[in-house]
């Protein structure tokens, strides 16, 4: 095995290339959307009484001009990026060891979310027997949605313990083969094409020699914010990271300024998608700032305050979890400042990556109602 | 004054295309998408239990094949088809008075919904006054809405009688011409250019000789069913009417069947865009059998589980109105059985316009909490 670092040096634009050559035929090309109230709502200073208690207290609110592109994968497959990496990884995984064994071992993840139903589909579109161990006390869409496309769900307690000892019990029975859901090459690679194709649609739509000035995205373990930053890291696009600050689930942004990453997280952020600490390889990428340039967190109102917006005026469904980017654009005066300051007249390009749209009307109903 | 039955006359193709060409600057050409997850739960036979207490009980379900395109005028300006209508009649208005006059008359209307705002923006597009008559029970966010575009909002008791009363006190005052919601040549033309789009869209996408089988849309006051019917009238694609059923709803569907219009309906359904009787003009193109094969109702529970799916599968936000025609391709069974026998093996392609998108998370709180 390569250290995390060593292979952090492959994490290459190139790769990103290669893994969109791979799953292209079996993900969607997801709209970039423009929103002109949303353009004119984030280029609006934040009111002075907003500020109170932060560390712009008393000073002049910043006053950036945007214009947003938002990336929509809660209209990719299975309702979330994670369909991306899911593809990728598990065809990598078939070139590597071929048909025959993938299809004789299986393969196997924990999770409760969106890269569960991901490598179910992937898996049942390869004809690929898979395992997925979900907590006990998953909803039951969620369990639903993933036993839709043909996986074989087993339960398992919720700490990430009990979770690890069932998948050791079902590879001791199957010696399937572990995807993991964000620490990984490949789904890191699968992840960063969401880059490759909001950089091509961008050029297409604004059809001029401007680049993309920015693009922001959710962090959770972090596969798809190194990915995306390994995709700009040849380009002039800056990339940035967001992440909820309820209980500590901002551990990148914690880590950063600590210098060391942060390990352990125990949050019930709202953005639910984003409770994980990130990822080791994903760390290696995520902490060189000539690739991220900084991660910002959002509070929980931040977060369905942008949410609201995006249901109410953009009229599409996203999950918290997608938002805790455009809540930056929004609401976090340290970001707007800078893109006063370095976009000045011209203002900035900003792509915010809708990460998913998997939430029920249930959920919407429970954190507005 | 032309009668309704000669206006009627003139409601044709032509007056839609040349409609078209007159608001094509002005409004969005609103995406038409489809949805693999909703055309294969339309294509599965409803269960014998949910036949239960209806005609249909202990009868073999339907098994139609349906392909649908949702035509998605919640993507339109103000977030309805409505912005359709209110330009072509406020550019009309100013083609027949001159810009003058109409800017120093101004326009007026009664609403508390999607045409107040689409009027409201008409006029501050074109630099008209527009004074919008609302309840003052009308929600802030659909008050600050109209409000938002410029136009004098004025409030009024709830009944109709209340509400002409402070129309025709600002009329007497302002000389202010009166652009009604639906009940209008103008406005049907408008409307019907919705269906000139879509169908250039299907055939766009489909790439091939197929034409399309069937369109269905809401019917409150008739505008839009009636403007997508005149589209048709000389084509081979059937259109169809969807209502509420809910306390008399369904005025067009009851009308239909006693030949005679129903100009009463005091309902509180969910839908609360279709609350409103059929207009006379309208009213005469859609009980023309040749332009309008049918109008189907659908229950309050039906319009939940519709709207449910397009918000959790489709992930676009949509209000209750907007889905009373997918509701009926779901859940009626005497519309799924004609599908069946007509379109047999093949299937039909149905286009399914969702009218529009203007809810709040409180209002989906208040549905689904």
């Known amino acids: 095995m390569t250290s995390p670092a060593e292979q952090a040096q492959s994490l290459t634009p190139t790769a990103i290339e290669a893994a969109y050559g791979l799953i292209q035929p079996y993900v969607h090309r997801t709209p970039l959307l423009t929103c002109k109230t949303l353009d004119s709502i984030a280029s609006t200073p934040q009111s002075p009484e907003s500020l109170v208690g932060t560390p712009f207290e008393g000073q002049t609110p910043a006053s950036p001009k945007f214009r947003l592109f938002f990336k929509c994968e809660n209209l990719q497959r299975i309702g979330a990026f994670k369909a991306r990496g899911a593809f990728h990884a598990l065809l990598r995984l078939i070139e590597a060891r071929g048909e025959k064994e993938v299809r ?11 890269h569960a139903q991901a490598l ?19 909803t039951s869409s969620k369990i639903a949605g993933t036993r839709s496309y043909g996986a074989n769900v087993v339960f ?28 990984d090459f490949n789904i890191i690679c699968g992840q960063g094409t969401t880059a ?13 020699e401007r680049t993309l000035d920015a693009v922001i995205t959710p962090i959770g373990g972090g596969g798809l914010n190194s990915g995306v930053a390994t995709f700009f890291s040849d380009k002039s696009t800056r990339v940035f990271g967001a992440e909820p600050a309820h209980e500590g689930a ?31 390889l994903n760390w290696e990428v995520i902490s060189n700032k000539r690739k991220v340039e900084g991660v910002f967190a959002v509070t929980e109102e931040q977060i369905k305050a942008a949410m609201r917006l995006v249901l109410e005026r953009m009229k599409v469904v996203v999950e918290p979890s997608a938002v805790v980017g ?6 976090d005066e340290e970001f707007r400042r800078r893109v006063e300051e370095e976009g000045g007249e011209k ?3 900003v792509a915010v990556v809708f990460s998913g749209g998997n939430t029920t009307v249930e959920a919407i109903a429970k954190l507005f109602g």
């Open 104 to 114: 004789q071992r299986g393969v196997i993840t924990h999770s409760s979310g969106n």
């Open 120 to 138: 179910a589909l992937a898996a049942s579109t390869l004809n690929i027997p898979a395992h997925i161990v979900m907590p006990s006390i998953s």
């Open 156 to 183: 398992s307690g919720s700490t990430s313990v009990e979770r690890e000892a069932v998948v050791a019990e079902i590879q001791a029975k199957t010696n399937a083969i572990l995807i993991p859901p964000y620490d």
């Open 196 to 208: 490759l194709e909001l950089n091509a649609q961008y050029t297409e739509q604004v059809r001029s």
């Open 250 to 280: 901002d551990d990148c942004r914690r880590g950063l300024q600590a210098g060391e990453r942060v390990t352990r997280v125990s949050t019930l952020t709202i953005a639910d998608g984003l409770r994980t600490p990130v990822g080791l």
């Open 326 to 331: 455009l809540a930056v654009c929004l609401f």
């Open 347 to 349: 203002g900035w390009d």
